[in-house]
C-alpha cells in the first residue's frame, strides 16, 4: 500500500530565511509526487507535481522539489520564505494508473517577520 | 478562472438529521473526488467518479454515506443518519485525466458539524 510520511508537524522559520519540508513516501512503482499547500479556511492548491524526467521541478510561488529514488524522497524547498507563505502544506503520491492521492499528515508553516 | 465550487461552505446539524453536500466540478473535468480533512486522520479519500461513473468507494462508511453524480455539473455527498464523529471539513475535487498527467482542483470544502 501506498503511504506518504512528512515528519515535520510544525516549523516555524523568520522571513526570508531558507526553507525545506521533508516529504518520504512508499510506493511500489514509478509515483507521481506532488505538494499542495492550504491556507485556513481554503482548498488545497497545487504547488508542483512530478511525474518523470527531470528530477529538481519547479512550482508556483517560487518553490521547487528535488524527487530521490534512492532515498524515497520529494522534499520542498524555497529559498527565500515570506509571511505569506505561512499555511500548511502537504505531500501527495500517485501512480501510472491511478487515480487516487494518497496524502500526508501535513506540515503547518509558520513565519516569523 | 474555473474552480471547483461547493455548497454549503458550513453546516450544523443535529445528530441523526440528514445532510447533503453537492460540488460542481470544473467544466470539461472528466473525473470527482470526495475527501474528508480532520485533524486525527489527516485528508482521507472517500469516493471518486470518472464519467460520472463511481470507480471506488471503498473508503466511505457505506451504511450512512453516498455519493452520486446525476450529471455532469453536480455530484452529491449525502450522510443519512449524520453522527458527531462525521464532524469534519469535506473536500470535492475534480481532475482531467489523461495519459500520464493529471491535477486534482479543489473546491473550499464544507465544514461540517455534527451536534
Known amino acids: 500500500a501506498q503511504s506518504v510520511t512528512q515528519p515535520d508537524i510544525h516549523i516555524t522559520v523568520s522571513e526570508g530565511a531558507s526553507l525545506e519540508l521533508r516529504c518520504n513516501y512508499s510506493y511500489g512503482a514509478t509515483p507521481y509526487l506532488f505538494w499542495y499547500v492550504q491556507s485556513p479556511g481554503q482548498g488545497l492548491q497545487l504547488l508542483l507535481k512530478?511525474?518523470?524526467?527531470?528530477?529538481l521541478v519547479q512550482g508556483i510561488k517560487g518553490f521547487e522539489a528535488e524527487f530521490k529514488r534512492s532515498q524515497s524522497s520529494f522534499n520542498l524547498r524555497k529559498p527565500s520564505v515570506h509571511w505569506s507563505d505561512a499555511a500548511e502544506y502537504f505531500c501527495a503520491v500517485s501512480g501510472a494508473g491511478s487515480y487516487q492521492l494518497t496524502f500526508g499528515k501535513g506540515t503547518k508553516l509558520s513565519v516569523i517577520p | 478562472d474555473a474552480r471547483v465550487t461547493q455548497t454549503p461552505r458550513h453546516k450544523v446539524t443535529e445528530m441523526g438529521q440528514e445532510v447533503t453536500m453537492r460540488c460542481q466540478p470544473i467544466l470539461g473535468h472528466n473525473t470527482v473526488f470526495w475527501y474528508r480533512q480532520t485533524m486525527m486522520q489527516g485528508l482521507e479519500l472517500l469516493a471518486y467518479?470518472?464519467?460520472?461513473?463511481?470507480?471506488?468507494d471503498s473508503g466511505m462508511p457505506k451504511d450512512r454515506f453516498s455519493a452520486e453524480m446525476p450529471d455532469a455539473t453536480l455530484a452529491t455527498l449525502k450522510i443519512q443518519p449524520s453522527e458527531p464523529r462525521d464532524s469534519a471539513v469535506y473536500f470535492c475535487?475534480?481532475?482531467?485525466?489523461?495519459?500520464?498527467?493529471?491535477?486534482?482542483?479543489f473546491g473550499p470544502g464544507t465544514r461540517l458539524t455534527v451536534t
Open positions: 467518479f470518472r464519467n460520472r461513473a463511481p470507480l471506488d
Open positions: 475535487a475534480s481532475g482531467l485525466v489523461r495519459t500520464l498527467s493529471y491535477e486534482q482542483y
Open positions: 512530478y511525474f518523470s524526467g527531470d528530477t
